[in-house]
């Protein structure tokens, strides 16, 4: 059984949206992740993920590491308590801890193969309530956006605990996405922005609500054709996640980098401290303004176009 799960980018809300704010997160498919799950001679449950030199029997992995822990949910799950005889093959294109959902994407693949490899079909709900579990192992206290847009594969509007709402997309529209290569975790952001905002509630709180403004606008933009007006929002929500603390020097020389070469706007995306940032850009600039993201550093660049 054979299994994949697209890459995601967030365009508006990040943090904010950890707070009941709304984002706006979109899949970015030319990066995913691959599961395979092949029947073993073996006894056991062998698991090879050569991109994070995993080659292991699942029994002696900590209930805790990050691939373990879906299959250990999963034949919870499912009431099994003899392990099946199995070998899983892992593998990915989506740069760790950069904001475009890796581990997210390595859980819903690993749960769509598995489930179908032990005849357990599962609806898209169940799939993204059961990464969502996983989500919250690693994360500590994330908005499950990551897993939401991954599972349904969709552009999606967004706000934690609420039903889901797919974003109509009017007019399609080009993103520059620009990889720091910085490793950055999301839990430790999240969980710092945490201590801020338990600090001085009152203007973080104000920040959340400016980002939750930015957002809904950014929406109706999207939705109704005129996605040119996202670049100022973009460079108004990153104003607002540098005061959050979450941007970096690395992140803010790509931002710039993306201004000056025509970027109708920038912003950073996800996380934050390292990671991604991403740019709108016309069409016809989108390779341009990807080449000075280069030359500013980036160690990597994607062109997406969101239709």
Not at 223 to 236: H, I, R, T, Y
Request: aromatic residues 4%; hydrophobic residues 45%.
């Amino acid at each position: 059984m054979k299994s994949f799960a697209s890459g995601k980018i967030i365009l508006f809300g990040e943090h904010a949206v950890v707070y009941n704010r709304p984002a706006l997160a979109v899949p970015v498919t030319q990066v995913h992740a691959d599961v395979e799950v092949l029947d073993s001679p073996h006894k056991g449950i062998f698991i090879h993920a050569p991109g994070i030199d995993l080659h292991a029997e699942l029994n002696s992995l900590p209930a805790d590491h990050p691939i373990a822990s879906v299959i250990l949910k999963l034949f919870q799950r499912f009431g099994i308590s003899q392990n099946p005889n199995l070998e899983i093959n892992i593998s990915s294109t989506i740069p760790v801890a950069s904001g475009l959902g890796s581990g997210a994407a390595v859980s819903v693949a690993l749960i769509r193969a598995l489930s179908s490899r032990l005849s357990h079909s599962l609806s898209d709900d169940e799939v993204n309530a059961l990464a969502f579990e996983i989500e919250k192992l690693h994360h500590g206290t994330p908005s499950g956006i990551d897993n939401t847009v991954i599972t349904y594969n969709k552009p999606i509007y967004f706000i934690k605990g609420q039903p889901i709402e797919t974003l109509k997309v009017g007019k399609p529209f080009t993103i520059v996405i620009g990889d720091t290569g910085i490793s950055a975790p999301t839990k430790e952001s999240v969980g710092d922005v945490r201590l801020l905002w338990l600090r001085d509630t009152t203007n973080y709180e104000s920040y959340f609500n400016e980002i939750a403004q930015i957002a809904l606008v950014a929406r109706r933009s999207i939705e109704s054709g005129k996605p040119e007006l996202l670049g100022e929002l973009m460079d108004q929500n990153h104003a607002l996640l540098q005061k959050l603390t979450v941007s970096s020097p690395e992140l803010d020389k790509l931002v710039q980098a993306a201004r000056n070469a025509d970027a109708l706007g920038a912003k950073l995306s996800g996380g934050g401290r390292g990671g991604n940032m991403i740019a709108l850009a016309d069409q016809a600039q989108a390779a341009s303004v990807a080449q000075a993201l280069m030359s500013a550093g980036a160690k990597r660049t994607i062109i997406t176009e969101i239709a």
